[in-house]
């Protein structure tokens, strides 16, 4: 499966941003998929997943309550709803999926599909 990342851009602190992925070559249904963000100088770690039905999410405590992550699999995409925003959500933003065969996990080592990541950028 092929994913194409799109959405991020400059927004003002307490602004609002809606990142999308959209995948190719399989229907999204048969994956899991979570956001991953990685800063400048930092690691890339966990933001969010969704399980392929759409029923089950998980964040990272850093975003719970200000992001939501949410899938269409009639138009095979999956997107990020991202409120409030603080400059330390500036990072680039990455999709990644994997199996639902292999259930989910905030692991950037478990998923074997990635987007090529959107910039995101917060001014304070």
């Known amino acids: 499966v092929q994913l194409q990342a799109s959405g991020g851009g400059l927004v003002q602190a307490g602004g609002s941003l809606r990142l999308s992925c959209a995948a190719s070559?399989?229907?999204?249904?048969?994956?899991?998929w979570a956001w991953f963000r990685q800063a400048p100088g930092k690691e890339r770690e966990f933001v969010s997943s969704?399980?392929?039905?759409?029923?089950?999410?998980y964040y990272a405590d850093f975003v719970k309550g200000r992001f939501t992550i949410s899938r269409d699999n009639a138009a095979n995409t999956v997107y990020q709803q991202m409120n409030s925003l603080k400059p330390e959500d500036t990072a680039v933003y990455y999709c990644?999926?994997?199996?639902?065969?292999?259930?989910?996990?905030?692991?950037?080592?478990?998923?074997?599909?990635w987007g090529q990541g959107t910039l995101v950028t917060v001014s304070s």
């Open positions: 969704i399980t392929w039905s759409g029923t089950v999410t």
């Open positions: 070559g399989r229907t999204i249904s048969r994956y899991s």
């Open positions: 990644a999926a994997r199996s639902i065969a292999s259930g989910m996990s905030s692991s950037v080592h478990d998923y074997p599909y």
